[in-house]
């Protein structure tokens, strides 16, 4: 199953002008659950998806109470400034939107 299909939300926005966080929530505490034990979400992956070092990734962080888990990356090129695409981070997320993952 794609992500896009497991999580009830799937979205980004800007987490200040230099800096973009991805939101993923489910509604099924089993679907949630299952996402965070298989350690597919990490910052190799993310890496790898988004196309930046590692070391741009600020916090990968998971919310049992919300069953649902947050990602914040260092944007290329600061929000609102010449080259940035995304004024307001708000199509971030489409890289995670295909990832599949094993329910």
């Keep these: 199953m794609k ?3 497991a999580a009830a939300v799937l979205r980004s926005k800007n987490s200040g002008p230099f800096e973009i966080t991805v939101d993923v929530l489910f509604t099924d505490p089993a679907i949630y659950f299952r ?10 992956l993310v890496s790898r998806l ?6 741009s ?24 400034t010449f080259l940035d695409r995304d004024v307001y981070g708000a199509q971030q997320h489409a890289p995670l939107m295909e990832l599949e993952v094993n329910l």
Excluded at 36 to 44: A, P, S, V, W
Excluded at 50 to 55: F, G, Q
Excluded at 57 to 80: E, P, W, Y
């Design 35 to 44: 996402v965070k034990e298989q350690e597919l979400i990490n910052k190799t």
């Design 3 to 5: 992500l896009y299909d």
């Design 50 to 55: 988004y196309n930046i070092p590692e070391e």
């Design 57 to 80: 990734i600020t916090h990968i962080v998971f919310f049992d109470q919300a069953l649902g888990f947050k990602i914040t990356f260092s944007r290329k090129v600061s929000s609102g």
